[in-house]
């Protein structure tokens, strides 16, 4: 079964800059996330998708990040403009959506590495 | 709002000695908590998910135990290898769809 695969795994910019972010989640999960990981800390949940809806993208900067699930299978994450506190990795993660609500087991892929000069 | 704490923040142990990694958790409503495994510059590996009903999880040399009512789970990885080095991550998720996840524990093993 193939995992959850990502592009590309590592991104320079400049600030100021753009850059995009690509998703493609296990074949059937319904559910599929962007999360933030600064280095020495946990992932930061950005966005959650239930198909090609949004549930939740409460912690999401709406300024400058956006987000989409086209078809409910793909996703990308967009930054314009970047800043410097952007450079971390993104992870993109998937899941079956749980039988009684709440989530399933989450599968991750290998994430996105952004330095932002 | 769950927060989610684990200590220590760094462990090493010598090869063949027994891990105990502790998370701890502040709200008792949870739907389940999954343990994770992350690699340097690699993304996250599901280890084992206890659901809330279950006191515990087993799988191979690894043992997740479960305590709502304290807030804790406690992963356990026994005989460990220089291969079990990593970080490991618990991520709580709550009955409405969210989950927590702690900043991890990065385990040395040395040979």
């Known amino acids: 079964e193939a995992g959850v695969a990502q592009s590309p795994r590592y991104k320079i910019i400049e600030k100021r800059q753009s850059v995009a972010f690509w998703c493609n989640p296990i074949s059937g999960h319904a559910t599929l996330y962007w999360y933030q990981q600064i280095l020495g800390q946990g992932p930061k949940l950005l966005i959650q998708?239930?198909?090609?809806?949004?549930?939740?993208d409460s912690q999401l900067p709406k300024d400058r990040f956006s987000a989409e699930r086209l078809k409910g299978v793909d996703s990308t994450l967009k930054i314009q403009p970047a800043k410097l506190e952007d450079s971390a990795v993104y992870l993109c993660?998937?899941?079956?959506?749980?039988?009684?609500?709440?989530?399933?087991?989450?599968?991750f892929g290998e994430g996105s590495r952004l330095t932002v000069l | 709002k769950q927060e989610v704490t684990q200590i220590p923040a760094a462990l090493s142990v010598p090869e063949g000695e027994n891990l105990v990694l502790n998370c701890s958790f502040t709200?008792?409503?949870?739907?389940?908590l999954q343990w994770f495994r992350q690699d340097p510059g690699k993304g996250l590996t599901s280890l084992l998910l206890i659901q809330s009903s279950q006191r515990e999880q087993t799988s191979g040399r690894l043992n997740a135990s479960l305590d709502k009512s304290s807030g804790r789970s406690t992963l356990y990885i026994a005989a460990s290898q220089p291969g079990d080095s990593a970080t490991y991550l618990c991520?709580?998720?709550?009955?409405?769809?969210?989950?927590?996840f702690g900043a991890g524990t990065q385990v040395v093993v040395t040979p």
């Open positions: 998708f239930q198909n090609n809806g949004v549930v939740d």
């Open positions: 993660a998937s899941s079956l959506e749980a039988e009684t609500g709440g989530i399933g087991e989450l599968f």
């Open positions: 991520a709580v998720a709550s009955s409405w769809g969210k989950l927590q």
């Open positions: 709200d008792s409503a949870i739907y389940n």
